[in-house]
């Protein structure tokens, strides 16, 4: 009996990349820095956070979202402390956003957030 190896293409994980071709080894794949993230396996760059998220860990395998009342304009963050309370005057009732919204004539928004 003999033993033999039989050559495959293996993917790096999601949360990693590889930039590079004719790699040989796992150690090839590199974990996504914080600010990015990678959801799928087998890809060659990371993924850069959107506006409304952040991504807070190295080999993030997905995005955080803000917060409802919460809102982030920018892309690549690395933590929660992103996420701004909606001011006096404007509202955010869903998760992930990049804006506020102003409140509609007839109606009022009297708190933060």
């Given at each position: 009996?003999?033993?033999?190896?039989?050559?495959?293409?293996?993917?790096?994980?999601?949360?990693?990349?590889?930039?590079?071709?004719?790699?040989?080894?796992?150690?090839?794949?590199?974990?996504?820095?914080?600010?990015?993230?990678?959801?799928?396996?087998?890809r060659?760059?990371?993924?850069?956070?959107d506006?409304?998220?952040?991504?807070?860990?190295?080999?993030?395998?997905?995005?955080?979202y803000?917060?409802?009342?919460?809102?982030?304009?920018?892309?690549?963050?690395t933590?929660?402390?992103?996420?701004?309370?909606?001011?006096?005057?404007?509202?955010?009732?869903?998760a992930?956003?990049?804006?506020?919204?102003?409140?509609?004539?007839?109606?009022?928004?009297?708190?933060v957030?």
């Amino acid at each position: 009996m003999s033993s033999s190896k039989t050559n495959a293409l293996l993917s790096c994980p999601a949360g990693t990349y590889n930039p590079n071709q004719g790699s040989t080894s796992s150690q090839a794949c590199i974990k996504c820095a914080i600010g990015s993230y990678n959801q799928f396996a087998g890809r060659s760059t990371c993924v850069t956070c959107d506006s409304g998220a952040y991504c807070d860990t190295v080999g993030a395998t997905g995005q955080q979202y803000c917060p409802a009342g919460t809102y982030n304009p920018n892309r690549g963050s690395t933590s929660s402390k992103a996420c701004i309370k909606c001011p006096v005057g404007s509202y955010n009732q869903f998760a992930g956003r990049s804006a506020c919204v102003t409140c509609d004539s007839g109606a009022y928004c009297d708190t933060v957030g």
